[in-house]
């Protein structure tokens, strides 16, 4: 089976990288009020966001992936919600490292030297 969620969300607060797959299900359940095994893949990053953990139940099993920047950091929603969803090109985004919040901004309506 390969790794397809029905959507991709990022929980906003920052964790411990240390937890694993038992600790992260439990930040779903606790802190997000989802259950793991939605369909939905759920990412958590540390607070400097140089590295995310991605959870995921296929029906099969759990996926649980990690991605590590060498330089720079993940850009991350500002705190006010538990998670935010994102969409496919969004994630791509994501995980290249670059600005995806840049794909939904208004555009510029008014443009004067």
Not at 53 to 59: F, P, Q, T
């Amino acid at each position: 089976m390969t790794l397809q969620p029905e959507a991709v969300w990022l929980a906003v607060a920052p964790v411990d990288m240390r937890l694993g797959m038992d600790g992260l299900s439990l930040q779903v359940q606790q802190a997000l009020g989802r259950a793991p095994c939605d369909g939905t893949a759920y990412v958590f990053a540390n607070r400097r966001r140089t590295r995310m953990k991605l959870i995921y139940w296929d029906g099969n099993g759990v996926w649980l992936c990690q991605r590590r920047l060498h330089r720079g950091s993940f850009v991350w929603p500002q705190p006010g919600d538990a998670v935010c969803e994102l969409t496919h090109a969004q994630w791509q985004w994501l995980v290249s490292g670059v600005d995806w919040q840049r794909l939904s901004a208004p555009l510029v309506t008014h443009w004067q030297l």
